[in-house]
């Protein structure tokens, strides 16, 4: 849907706020600059106009001298300055490239979970960043808008001073027929063809540049072939499925689909045809234009109303103006195009936060917790089925709760909703007798430490991976390095908890193994010293001997806090108070160990499933 130029001003002069919020001196840098670049052309016209008209008629020399000397001083003072100006204005440039990607970087970070889970989110966010990518549509845009704008207004504003006097200039009366040139109906016939080529020579370079829109749908998968495969080797060069399955030949296949920027593509064509007649077209018009203004001007010229200087003066000043027309119009039906990808870009970051609505304060975990799950079902944002349906439990501070069920049964969602990355469809979670929504949201937060399935790490040094934080206690991460089971690992480390993971940061950095990775996480989880312990199939990349030892130091390590435990392995569950058995979304067995292994059941079928391999003579 297209945007009212009205919107498309509003949303610029939102964005604009935006920016200049962010960025300091952006907009003094520009608008500076704009006025002073303007002022260097006319400064050159000007002072050339007075130097042919001496030189073609009185010939002084002292006023020669004196316009030749201050022409080149006052060229070169704008020239210096224009530079110097220019720099200033890169260098806020390049800081808001930074900090355009921040804007993006503080609203994800800072959106509601189940938000950015979303695939219209991501769908949103991706068409963003494409746009941005391929034409630098979107808040990149506003800027240049901005300094278009800006610098065609002020050009427009001198080239008016500079031709004023083309009109008012009487002509002579030994001008005979050409006495006419002086007549005031000249003035509205110049205006007319001046608006007539400024609204014909864009409108044409616009219906040019539909061919890019028309071409947008094909280009954005373009685009996303050329992400997507053209890099894949270089983005994964150690990724052994690359070398097995010999990923290489897909990724080029791919590639080669991709004609639509190739010689002989779409654009290609586009280019060769409709889009560079009209863009000729375009050309064409303006050049007449400027022999229909030399024509007058010269006719004028030739009745002795001005010198030949004036010329100079005139022809300059009108083409000028003529560009500036052309590029203010220009700017201004680029600006309903950009409007449309403002639109969708403020769409984006005013996605509302529904999570920081509670403000009630988290009572204080010395008196524990109860956690109620009443009736819950949920449902994925554009998912035909829930993946929750009906869940009532409650466990309580100090208990271990086990989570069973095949994979897709809904244990990871269970969790999710506990820690309120999504809220319910229906039902409610109650934390000691209150619905969890009522809570001040990052305070309910801090109750939980989850280890999830797919926990990353980050190219930090190990201690502040642990203390997921830039400042931390070195007692205090080593004891959890030693509950987690990493000492043995940490030792062998050459700087210790300075040591980097990986070598994003330092090429002494080290990689580790899936099961010290996961080690890892542990130790972040139990640093964080939350009263809420959840552990998402944490040992699923340790060995047996590994996984028991895990359990059995972390059994030590919650005594007194809540534990929840997600695994496949039955044994690992065995200590916790309470296992709850999901299957297809629902809790189908909720009881102890004991209690479920002789009930006719879920649990019973597999626990046998699993024992079979481990009885032995
Ligand atoms: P488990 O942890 O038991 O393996 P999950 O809770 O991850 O199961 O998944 C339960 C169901 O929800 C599955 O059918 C899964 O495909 C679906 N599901 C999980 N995450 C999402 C998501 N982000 N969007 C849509 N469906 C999802």
């Known amino acids: 849907m297209k945007v009212s130029f009205k919107q498309a001003f509003l949303l610029h002069k939102r964005a604009l706020k935006l920016l200049s919020g962010r960025v300091r001196q952006l907009f003094p840098s520009y608008t500076i600059y ?21 030189l073609a008629g009185q010939r002084r020399e002292e006023v020669l001298w004196k316009l030749v000397l201050i022409a080149i001083v006052a060229t070169a003072v704008l020239t210096l300055a ?16 930074q900090y355009l990607r921040k804007i993006y970087a503080d609203k994800i970070m800072s959106m509601d ?12 966010y991706a068409s963003i960043r494409e746009n941005d990518w391929f034409a630098g549509w979107g808040l990149t845009r506003v800027i240049f808008f901005y300094e278009d704008g800006l610098g065609a207004l002020f050009r427009i504003l001198g080239a008016i001073m500079l031709t004023v006097s083309l009109f008012t200039i009487p002509v002579p009366e030994a001008a005979g027929k050409f006495a006419i040139l002086g007549s005031p109906v000249f003035v509205p016939i110049v205006i007319a063809l001046l608006f007539g080529v400024t609204l014909l020579e864009p409108l044409c370079n616009n219906k040019a540049d539909q061919y890019w829109t028309k071409n947008e749908e094909a280009g954005r998968l373009s685009d996303r072939l050329v992400h997507a495969f053209g890099f894949l080797p270089l983005r994964a060069p150690k990724n052994a499925d690359f070398r097995i399955y010999n990923q290489q030949n897909i990724c080029k296949h791919y590639n080669d689909m991709n004609r639509n920027y190739m010689p002989g593509g779409t654009m290609a064509n586009y280019a060769k045809g409709p889009m560079g ?38 022809i300059g000043a009108i083409t000028a103006l003529s560009q500036g027309l052309s590029q203010l119009l220009s700017a201004c039906s680029e600006m309903r195009v950009n409007g449309m990808h403002l639109r969708t870009v403020f769409e984006f970051l005013d996605k509302p936060n529904q999570m920081l609505q509670g403000e009630r304060e988290v009572p204080d975990k010395k008196k524990g917790y109860q956690i109620e799950f009443r009736d819950v079902s949920f449902r994925y944002p554009g998912a035909e089925t829930d993946a929750l349906s009906h869940v009532s439990l409650t466990f309580s501070a100090g208990e271990k709760l086990a989570l069973v069920g095949r994979n897709g049964s809904g244990k990871t969602t269970f969790i999710k909703l506990l820690c309120r990355l999504y809220d319910p469809t229906e039902g409610a979670i109650y934390l000691n007798g209150v619905d969890i929504k009522e809570y001040d949201y990052t305070s309910y937060l801090a109750i939980f430490s989850v280890v999830f399935q797919d926990f990353q790490l980050f190219g930090f040094p190990l201690g502040q991976n642990i203390a997921a934080g830039y400042e931390y206690d070195k007692e205090m991460a080593e004891a959890c390095i030693e509950q987690a089971g990493f000492t043995e690992r940490l030792k062998t480390l050459p700087k210790g ?30 640093y964080k010293d939350s009263s809420v312990m959840v552990l998402d199939e944490p040992t699923a990349a340790l060995d047996p001997l590994a996984e028991s030892d895990i359990y059995t130091r972390f059994n030590q390590m919650v005594s007194g806090k809540s534990a929840i435990y ?32 002789n009930e006719d059941g879920h649990y019973g079928e597999l626990w046998k499933a699993q024992a079979q391999y481990y009885v032995s003579n």
Not at 34 to 54: H, K, N, T
Not at 290 to 310: N, W
Not at 566 to 583: G, N, P, Q
Request: hydrophobic fraction near 50%; charged fraction near 15%.
């Open 497 to 526: 908890l300075k040591t980097h993971l990986y070598t994003i940061l330092d090429k002494e950095g080290v990689e580790l193994s899936g099961g010290e990775a996961q080690k890892v996480a542990i130790a972040r989880a139990l």
């Open 82 to 97: 224009t530079d110097a100006l220019h720099h200033w204005k890169m260098a806020r440039r390049a800081t808001m490239f």
């Open 113 to 124: 979970y189940c938000v950015l889970d979303n695939p219209k989110t991501h769908e949103q």
């Open 277 to 314: 007649l009209l863009r000729a077209l375009a050309a064409a018009i303006a050049v007449l234009f400027i022999g229909l203004v030399y024509v007058f001007v010269c006719l004028k010229a030739s009745t002795g109303a001005f010198g030949v200087g004036s010329v100079t003066q005139y």
């Open 34 to 54: 704009c006025l002073v670049s303007a002022l260097v052309p006319y400064a050159g016209i000007w002072f050339s106009a007075r130097i042919i008209d001496e």
């Open 566 to 597: 997600i695994s496949h392995r039955l044994s690992s569950c065995r200590f916790c108070d309470r296992i709850a058995v999901f299957s297809a979304g629902e809790m189908v067995q909720y009881g102890t160990h004991d209690q479920l292994v």
